[in-house]
């Protein structure tokens, strides 16, 4: 697998929950220097970013999430993580990472984020 996603579910408003994200070492074996960050698609929506980090470690936001959601990594355990605060069911969603590498995009398989009123 090369990337693999964990975390989601089922959270109340205004509640927290915390996704993680491993990636292939045989594929990405200098993550510090790749562009990845998280992505979501709502039902009947298009996909959009949530939170990246560029190729230099810059963080970007989609205007909907900043101040709420917070993107991390450790680079020595290729992983990428997305903490998700004061939840909306606006939020809900299947959130997938992302990863460049070679000018590839390659995807995670997409967990599940259900945000109840």
């Known amino acids: 697998v090369q990337l693999q996603a964990s975390g989601g579910g089922v959270v109340q408003a205004g509640g927290s929950s915390r996704l993680s994200c491993a990636a292939s070492r045989s594929i990405f074996s200098d993550f510090s220097n790749n562009a990845k960050g998280w992505y979501r698609q709502a039902p009947g929506k298009e996909r959009e970013l949530v939170a990246a980090f560029t190729k230099t470690g810059e963080t970007r936001y989609g205007d909907s999430v900043r101040g709420r959601f917070t993107i991390s990594g450790d680079n020595a355990e290729n992983t990428i993580y997305l903490q998700m605060n004061a939840l909306v069911p606006e939020d809900t969603a299947v959130y997938f990472c992302?990863?460049?590498?070679?000018?590839?995009?390659?995807w995670g398989q997409g967990t599940q984020v259900t945000v109840s009123s």
């Open positions: 992302a990863c460049n590498q070679d000018g590839l995009t390659y």
